[in-house]
C-alpha cells in the first residue's frame, strides 16, 4: 500500500498557517541560483503543479517539500540544493495561497529562484551548462534531440513519483561534481545584467555564479531577455560540505579573495554558523570562531582560529581515515583535495566533489514540519 500525504486538513486555521510557514522556510534553504551550490535543476512550477503526487490541490508548493525529502533519501544527503527556475504563470497562478504568493514573489525578489517569462527547455540548458542532473516529473519530452542526455542517462535525469513517505526518485546516482560542463567557459566569466536591480544577474549579485540563457549564441538574462555583458574572468572556487555524525549538513562555496570562517557563531557575517548542528561536547568543543577557510593563489589553506584546535586529516577522505595533522594558534595549512578539515570528532570539513555518490545517513523529514498532515492510502 503507497501513502500519500494530502494537504491542508485545516487551511485557514492558525496553526497551520504558522506550521505551513515554518515548511516554507525550511523548503526555502535548499533553493538557489548558485551552479556551485547546486546538485540539481528543477522547474519549481512542475513540482507544485504535480497534483498526481498527493492527489491535493491543484498548485501547491509544499510538493517541493516531498521533493526536498525524496531526492535527500536518493542521495543520502540532507544538505540538498537545487537550482530552482520558475516560469511566470506560476507566481501568478490564481489557486496560490495568499502565503505561498508572497513567498514566491520574496524567493524571487531575492534571487533564490529565477523567474524567467517561459521555461521552455530552461530546465535542460541549466542542466547542460552545468552538468547537473535534472529533477523532472515528465522526462522533458520534445527535447531530446537538442539534449541527447535526457534520454538513456539515469543518472542525470532524476524522475519524482508518489512513492512512500509522500513522494520518490526513480534514476541513478549522480556523478560527484557533476557531468562534464558543456557550458564551463560560460562559467568562468562574470556576467552582469543591465537592469541594476536584477535579482540574479544585478549588483546585489556581482559574482554569483547564476547560469545565462543562450539565445542565438548569445548569453542573455534568463529574467530579462537581454544581452548580459562580460566583466572579466571569474575568481576560482571550492564548494565544502560540513558533515555531522555522517550526515551532510551544509553546502557552501569558499571563493578566492573571500575567506570564510566556521565555526558556532562566527563574528563575520559572511562566516558559516554550525552551531544548530551541533549537541554535546562538540557545542562545547567547538570555537564560535574555529577555523579559517582561504582559497588563495597558491592553492587551499586552513586557519586554525579555535581554542581546542584542529585536525587535518591526509587524504583520508569524508568519511575518516588518514594520518592527522594538529593545527594550533593561527597555524595556515594547506589542504590537498581529499584531505578533510575535523573541527571536532564527527564534525568535518570536506570538499563536496570527493563525496562519494551515496553518503551515509541522511536527517528527518522536512515535512515533520507540517505535523497537521494526514495520510491516507492511494486508490
Ligand atoms: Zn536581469
Known amino acids: 500500500m503507497v501513502a500519500v500525504a494530502v494537504y491542508p486538513v485545516r487551511w485557514g486555521g ?3 498557517r504558522f506550521e505551513v510557514t515554518q515548511v516554507l522556510d525550511a523548503i526555502e534553504r535548499h533553493l538557489t541560483t548558485e551552479a556551485a551550490l547546486a546538485q540539481a535543476v528543477v522547474d519549481l512550477g512542475q513540482i507544485a503543479w504535480y497534483g498526481a503526487l498527493d492527489g491535493g490541490r491543484p498548485v501547491s508548493l509544499l510538493r517541493v517539500g516531498l521533493l526536498v525529502d525524496a531526492l535527500s533519501r536518493h542521495l543520502g544527503q540532507d544538505a540538498l540544493m537545487l537550482y530552482t527556475v520558475a516560469g511566470r504563470d506560476l507566481l501568478t497562478d490564481a489557486d496560490l495561497t495568499p502565503k505561498e504568493r508572497m513567498v514566491l514573489g520574496r524567493w524571487a525578489g531575492d534571487g533564490m529562484i529565477e523567474v524567467v517569462p517561459v521555461v521552455a527547455d530552461r530546465v535542460p540548458e541549466v542542466a547542460d551548462i552545468t552538468g547537473l542532473p535534472v529533477v523532472t516529473v515528465d522526462g522533458f519530452p520534445g527535447l531530446e534531440r537538442r539534449y541527447p542526455w535526457l534520454r538513456g542517462m539515469p543518472e542525470r535525469v532524476l524522475q519524482l513519483v508518489p512513492g512512500e513517505g509522500g513522494a520518490r526518485i526513480i534514476g541513478g546516482q549522480p556523478t560527484p561534481g557533476g557531468a562534464e560542463a558543456r557550458g564551463a567557459s560560460l562559467l568562468s566569466r562574470v556576467w552582469r545584467c543591465s537592469r541594476r536591480d536584477c535579482p540574479i544577474f544585478g549588483d546585489m549579485r556581482a559574482g554569483s555564479p547564476a547560469v545565462p540563457r543562450m539565445k542565438a549564441g548569445v548569453p542573455v538574462c534568463p529574467r530579462h531577455d537581454e544581452p548580459l555583458q562580460n566583466a572579466g574572468p571569474r575568481p576560482p572556487s571550492v564548494t565544502f560540505v560540513l558533515i555531522v555524525d555522517g550526515s551532510v549538513r551544509e553546502r557552501f562555496v569558499v ?14 557575517p559572511t562566516g558559516l554558523v554550525i552551531g544548530g548542528h551541533l549537541e554535546g561536547t ?10 579559517r577557510l582561504e582559497l588563495r593563489e597558491d592553492g587551499l589553506f586552513v ?19 588518514g594520518e592527522q595533522v594538529q593545527l594550533s594558534g593561527g597555524t595556515a595549512y594547506p589542504l590537498e583535495p581529499n ?6 570528532s564527527g564534525v568535518v570539513l570536506a570538499r563536496a566533489d570527493r563525496l562519494p555518490a551515496t553518503s551515509q545517513g541522511h536527517r528527518a523529514s522536512i515535512m515533520d514540519d507540517a505535523p497537521t498532515m494526514t495520510m491516507r492510502p492511494q486508490l
Open 303 to 321: 586557519v586554525d582560529l579555535s581554542t581546542n584546535g584542529t585536525v587535518v586529516r591526509k587524504g583520508g577522505g569524508p568519511y575518516g581515515g
Open 339 to 344: 584531505d578533510t578539515v575535523e573541527l571536532h
Open 14 to 16: 492558525e496553526d497551520m
Open 255 to 268: 571563493r578566492a579573495g573571500r575567506p570564510v570562517v566556521v565555526g558556532r557563531s562566527p563574528d563575520e
Open 282 to 291: 562538540a557545542a562545547q568543543m567547538i570555537s564560535r570562531n574555529h577555523a
